[in-house]
């Protein structure tokens, strides 16, 4: 099986994770740069994740989470996961 990359994800599945994130983050009112240093990771960084250009790690997804005041679980049903 191949590696899923933001390239490879024909399933759109990091798009929807990115956008369910996004929603989040307009939602609380958040800037992106703001999401990522309450969730310590860079800027730049979270815009590819945002964009489902990264395969993000079940760590990061915590860390995104908990700076949006809400579980793993729950973002992962917003993007349908």
């Known amino acids: 099986m191949a590696r899923v990359s933001g ?10 994770l990115g ?7 307009k939602a609380l009112g958040l800037s992106q740069e703001a999401l990522a240093d309450a969730a310590g990771i860079d800027r730049s960084h979270m815009g590819k994740i945002e964009r489902g250009e990264r395969n993000v790690t079940m760590l990061n997804i915590a860390r995104i989470a908990a700076a949006l005041d809400a579980k793993p679980s729950e973002i992962l049903h917003a993007a349908g996961l």
Do not use: E, M, S, V
């Not at 390239?7 to 929807?16: E, I, R, S, Y």
């Not at 956008?19 to 983050?25: C, E, P, S, Y």
């Open 7 to 16: 390239q490879t994800d024909h399933g759109q599945l990091l798009k929807a």
């Open 19 to 25: 956008g369910a994130i996004r929603a989040k983050r």
